[in-house]
């Protein structure tokens, strides 16, 4: 039932952080805050960031951050190389490290999601310390 439930205030908070579920903002800002913030647990701000940042860049390697998982994951050989990214601005190094991850990928692809979820909530964490401006 939890998992439902956050699935469920996971598709709410998107649908509504694009305005897709009424044609109020307020209403839709208010949905955000309690399926992002009150159900789940993750900063809709930092979701709002990150998901913006997605769509002005969508599948640009250096400022797309949906497709920068490494030490995990590559989803490019271009990431092969030292990266640049411009979303966390810092360098995504391919070392030793993301080589033996990386390898096993197709392996651990599975496990590491069943723990994402730990990882959104550090990011949240994390966008609040570092108190990047957005407005949301």
Same mark, same amino acid.
């Given at each position: 039932?939890? /998992? ?9 908070? $998107?649908? !509504?952080?694009?305005? #897709?579920?009424?044609?109020? +903002?307020?209403?839709? @800002?208010?949905? #955000?805050?309690?399926? /992002? ?6 900063? =809709?701000?930092?979701?709002?960031? *990150? ?11 250096? $400022? %797309? +951050?949906?497709?920068?998982?490494? +030490?995990?994951?590559?989803? !490019?050989?271009?990431?092969? *190389?030292?990266?640049? !990214? ?8 391919? %070392? ?6 990386? !390898?096993?990928? $197709? ?9 994402? @979820? ?6 949240? =964490?994390?966008?609040?310390?570092? #108190?990047?401006?957005? #407005?949301?």
């Amino acid at each position: 039932l939890i /998992g439902f439930i956050w699935i469920q205030s996971g598709w709410i908070g $998107h649908d !509504s952080g694009h305005h #897709q579920i009424t044609k109020h +903002p307020a209403l839709n @800002r208010l949905l #955000q805050v309690v399926s /992002g913030n009150c159900l789940t647990g993750l900063g =809709i701000a930092w979701w709002k960031f *990150n998901h913006n940042t997605h769509h002005i860049s969508c599948n640009s390697l250096d $400022h %797309d +951050p949906d497709l920068q998982h490494l +030490p995990l994951f590559a989803v !490019s050989t271009k990431l092969f *190389n030292n990266l640049w !990214s411009v979303c966390y601005e810092r360098t995504l190094a391919f %070392d030793a490290i993301s080589k033996f991850f990386v !390898s096993y990928q $197709h392996w651990t692809f599975y496990p590491v999601m069943g723990f994402a @979820r730990i990882n959104l909530l550090v990011q949240s =964490i994390v966008f609040l310390i570092t #108190q990047k401006e957005w #407005q949301c």
